[in-house]
């Protein structure tokens, strides 16, 4: 069975890996901050102690005032697995994240599915196009306020 | 642990492959939205109607019922599943209920040479030029079945953003299978049903409602 | 002009009541005495006899041939536990019909991008060869259309006229799947063309003759056991030549809609169905008549009915082989013709050559001799082979795919 980190674990490992890019845990995952997110996915990727080559899923989350981005990852060495979420922006307006597909190739279709359907850009995303629905949809049609 | 090369990815804008599909997908979703937009009234049902003179003559009488018999003996369905029905669709042929003692095991690949389109399952709006261009690719007589909720009238996903609601907004359908999904059992009686209406068509009297 | 026919019994009896005197054959006349028509008018006769013939043989293959899609369907069914066609007409016999006059009845479409000529070319392409190859098959004892001397050799031109259907298809109908099967075809049927015509050689030169009316009269043993390496090799050769699974891929439905006939529909279709079914009982044909001593049996049934017997028999198998082996790659079917059938022909060729130098003209029991030596050799042709190839459970390492890029086209502008 996989061993589930815990929110304070993955931040510590997080913190061990680029001091200052953790802003806060709580009991599943530890909260990171945008910009610090392409080092931080190529640490936890390429160090030993933490050795996360597989990415789980990619999820995008709107609470009505913000997004939030989370990723699913686990280790096959170790046999753990982790929790990050990352925070787009402080608005609704225009979300940005940093995107992993330099890292996990694996998350290429899966950052294109949530930009199609939450409308949040990946930044150096190498082909952000919508990938469920056809390009001229109006709107995103997962975000809360989207109306038929 | 097989280790590669970190590979170099060019972001959005300077990418070639979006740079060579974007402008293609630009215009199959301006397809997509023009179908959505002028697609909003449905087609009525193909009904059958043979003229009164015709209906007495003895020749083209018994044509039309060697003809009939003819082609509703031999219905090839066009080898397309769209969703979670299309499995129904599959079992229906398999041994249990097995279409082939109707002459129908042969499932066409090719749209020229099916006479019965099955929709079976959800239409997506992505979908609909497809299964629209399927269907003017078959040559006549055809005939289609709308097997399930979905592809009758959206179903649970009835006034969904991408789902059309009713394949008969796209397409005249001929026999409407309700279930979601219906049984195999179900939809060999909407066969069945079909064949009932093939056999009243006629040489003379084209079905209604089509274009 | 008319002697070597009057061996067909069936053309003698229509020519020798029409014709005033024909040749010695039919000295005395039919039962109406010298014939019906006057003297100087025996070509008319002929004409009239030849055109009867070509008629019943040509409608008795169209009608067997729904015959034999009713059958296969049914055998199919039977197979993978289904009833298979059985409601329209006893026991499903009129579903075949139906499928013709669903066929007919359809509308013909022609792609506009199609080149019209060579689009409507094809079809005939498939059936006439096929229609042609009935001609020289001995029925029954004296049953033939036409007893060729140069039988063999004619069937083999005229089926090599069949593979060109394919090609033209594919050119006519201006379709990328289209073009794909017809490729493939022609690969196959490049491929599978040698090892074929060489393992008939060992039957000519043990028979002596090019005749199929000679090889029957020859087969005192039948050539399946006298050459069990040939006829192995022509019974493969023959299911993938008529591109029936497992060697089906020229219009694999899963990879290439239709393959050649995609854009065909109506009668066009149907006449490539027919086609197809057609050289399949042709194969079913020449090898109940070559490898299975065609109408000859014991007294206790007529000639004909063992001819049937024995062309059901490898009708039977075929579909068996149909509905048992799964379809495979064109590298693995075209390796299989060059890498294993060409070498068991040539080595049945070598046998079969030294074993005729041996014994000339083989009685009864020089072919049972022959038979013996011969089992022998293809047991020890096919284990020597069997070394050469893959071992059971063992797979060819997959080459590794060049890493691609971001682009997956790196290279492209």
């Given amino acids: 069975m996989t061993i589930v980190l815990g929110g304070e674990q993955v931040a510590s490992v997080i913190e061990a890996i680029t001091p200052g890019s953790v802003t806060g845990h709580d009991s599943s995952a530890a909260w990171v901050r945008a910009e610090t997110w392409p080092a931080v996915a190529r640490g936890l990727h390429d160090r030993p102690e933490a050795d996360f080559k597989f990415l789980n899923s990619v999820t995008g989350v709107d609470y009505i005032d913000h997004f939030v981005i989370v990723y699913h990852l686990t280790s096959l060495g170790h046999n753990h697995s982790a929790v990050i979420k990352i925070r787009c922006g402080e608005a609704r307006e225009d979300p940005v994240v940093p995107s992993a597909v330099p890292v996990w190739r694996g998350a290429d279709l899966q950052e294109r599915e949530v930009y199609d359907l939450m409308g949040i850009r990946f930044e150096g995303h190498p082909n952000l196009k919508r990938v469920m629905l056809w390009e001229g949809f109006p709107g995103h049609p997962h975000r809360k306020d989207f109306l038929r | 642990m097989v280790e590669h090369e970190p590979i170099a990815l060019t972001p959005t804008p300077d990418n070639p492959l979006f740079r060579q599909t974007y402008e293609l997908d630009r215009s199959e979703g301006a397809v997509i939205n023009q179908m959505r937009a002028t697609h909003i009234e449905q087609f009525p049902d193909p009904l059958i109607e043979v003229p009164a003179e015709f209906r007495r003559s003895i020749f083209v009488g018994s044509i039309d019922a060697l003809l009939n018999w003819g082609r509703k003996s031999s219905v090839f369905p066009l080898m397309m599943g769209l969703a979670c029905c299309s499995f129904e669709m599959i079992a229906s042929a398999m041994s249990r209920w097995d279409l082939s003692r109707f002459g129908m095991e042969v499932f066409r690949a090719s749209p020229r040479q099916a006479d019965l389109m099955i929709v079976s399952g959800t239409v997506t709006w992505k979908m609909a030029p497809v299964v629209r261009r399927l269907y003017d690719q078959m040559a006549e007589p055809r005939w289609v079945i709308s097997q399930g909720v979905c592809a009758t009238s959206g179903g649970p996903y009835y006034e969904s953003y991408s789902v059309v609601p009713g394949v008969n907004k796209i397409i005249p359908v001929d026999v409407y299978v309700p279930g979601c999904p219906p049984r195999p059992d179900a939809l060999i009686y909407g066969i069945m049903q079909l064949h009932e209406k093939i056999k009243r068509y006629s040489l003379a009297g084209r079905a209604a409602g089509r274009e | 002009m008319t002697d070597g026919f009057l061996d067909n019994a069936f053309f003698r009896n229509i020519y020798c009541n029409l014709a005033s005197s024909g040749s010695d054959r039919c000295a005395g006349g039919g039962p109406f005495g010298d014939g019906l028509l006057p003297p100087g008018w025996e070509w008319l006769a002929f004409l009239v006899t030849a055109f009867v013939t070509v008629f019943v043989v040509v409608n008795g293959a169209l009608m067997a041939v729904n015959l034999y899609i009713w059958g296969e369907r049914r055998l199919l069914g039977r197979l993978q536990g289904r009833l298979g066609p059985n409601r329209w007409g006893p026991f499903g016999l009129l579903t075949p019909i139906a499928d013709l006059i669903k066929v007919l009845s359809k509308e013909d479409i022609v792609p506009a991008a199609a080149d019209r000529l060579v689009y409507s070319l094809a079809p005939v392409l498939l059936v006439v060869p096929v229609l042609l190859a009935f001609a020289v098959i001995p029925f029954g004892s004296s049953t033939w259309a036409a007893n060729l001397n140069v039988g063999v050799l004619y069937l083999i031109a005229v089926l090599s006229v069949e593979s060109f259907a394919p090609i033209t298809a594919a050119w006519g109908s201006q379709n990328r799947y289209a073009m794909f099967g017809g490729l493939r075809a022609v690969a196959l049927l490049v491929s599978y063309e040698l090892p074929l015509v060489l393992s008939l050689i060992g039957v000519l030169m043990i028979a002596g003759s090019l005749s199929l009316v ?125 890498k294993g059938l060409l070498p068991l022909a040539a080595v049945n060729l070598l046998a079969s050559a030294v074993l005729s130098l041996i014994w000339p003209r083989p009685s009864v029991g020089e072919l049972w001799a022959m038979a013996a030596v011969n089992v022998v050799v293809a047991a020890a042709a096919i284990y020597v082979l069997g070394q050469f190839g893959p071992k059971p459970g063992e797979r060819p390492r997959p080459a590794v795919a060049p890493a691609l890029g971001a682009t997956g086209r790196e290279g492209a502008a």
């Fill in chain 3, 214 to 338: 000679d090889i029957v009269n020859a087969q005192d043993v039948p050539f399946a056991l006298v050459q069990p390496l040939g006829f192995l090799v022509f019974l493969i050769g023959s299911v993938a030549e008529i591109q029936r699974a497992p060697f089906d891929l020229s219009e694999a439905e899963s990879e290439l809609v239709g393959g050649y006939h995609t854009d065909y529909s109506g009668i066009r279709w149907g006449l490539f169905q027919a086609g197809e079914f057609m050289s399949t009982m042709v194969s079913g044909a020449i090898i109940a008549t070559v490898f299975l001593s065609g109408w000859r049996g014991f007294d206790f049934l007529p000639s004909h009915a063992w001819f049937f017997i024995k062309f059901a028999g490898v009708l039977f198998v075929m579909t068996w082989i149909r509905a048992t082996l799964p379809r495979l790659r064109i590298d693995q079917i075209t390796s299989f013709a060059w």
